[in-house]
């Protein structure tokens, strides 16, 4: 095979090999589950079911967790100003780790007519993984304070997990030894964590593909300007 030739196949090898790598990046998995809230409220019992989704996006040196209602729970039996209603809850954590995550969110922007679903803003916070392995994040308890008052929201159908993200703990902390693990929240000393979704993981794998073809082209490049000298 002539010089030429051979460079032509290094490169072609290189991006091949980088196109591979890029197919073989991981991504988080989230599905939208629904949830069968049984509320203990001021007035009484009330239960209502909405699909709840649970989404992770890396932030520093953790991720930022954030869950999604879509549609409104429980009710108000007057109607509540802006501003009134402030929601908070939980996420179960499971896989690697255990315990739960909380997470909260900003108060109701505009006023909740009597009667009608108390729809909940988007709640997040920070999780920080202590363990590697897979975890997964499933609603758990709902609460509303509104006027004075408490009302609690359990889950009752015992929902499956909303996500599931492949963590690597600061300074590699170890394995429980299976890859169907949960996880805890806390804090970690920093450390490299990897890309929670399909686009941070394509941008950082593309990168190595990158790398690789430059490297390949720049050895064909040695071998043909020999290849010159030699012949001259």
């Known amino acids: ?34 949830v069968n809230y049984q509320c203990k409220t001021p007035i009484g019992d009330k ?14 040196s953790g991720y930022k967790i954030t869950m999604s209602w879509q549609k409104g729970v429980s009710s108000s039996p007057v109607e509540l100003g802006k501003g009134a209603m402030s929601p908070s809850a939980t996420i ?8 739960t995550l909380a997470v909260s969110g900003p108060a109701n922007q505009a006023a909740i007519p009597a009667n009608t679903p108390i729809k909940i803003n988007d709640l997040s916070g920070t999780y920080t993984p202590k ?14 304070k509104a006027l004075g008052t408490t009302t609690t929201c359990t889950p009752a159908n015992n929902p499956k997990p ?39 993981s394509a941008i950082a794998l593309g990168t190595l593909g990158g790398t690789v073809l430059l490297a390949g082209a720049a050895g064909a490049l040695w071998l ?8 001259r």
């Open 131 to 144: 363990k590697t392995g897979k975890v997964t994040f499933t609603p758990d308890v709902l609460t509303i």
């Open 47 to 60: 239960s209502a079911v909405s699909p709840i989704d649970i989404k992770g996006v890396k932030s520093g």
């Open 224 to 231: 043909t300007r020999r290849n010159q000298t030699v012949r």
């Open 92 to 99: 179960k954590l499971g896989g690697a780790d255990s315990g």
């Open 162 to 200: 909303s996500l599931s993200l492949d963590v690597t703990a600061a300074g590699g902390g170890g394995s429980t030894g299976t890859s169907q693990g949960g996880s805890q929240s806390g804090t970690d000393s920093g450390g490299q964590l990897p890309q929670t979704g399909p686009e941070d």
């Open 1 to 34: 095979m002539s010089y030429p030739k051979r460079a032509a196949a290094l490169a072609s090898a290189a991006a091949l090999a980088g196109s591979v790598v890029l197919l073989a990046a991981p991504a988080a998995r989230a599905d939208v589950v629904d």
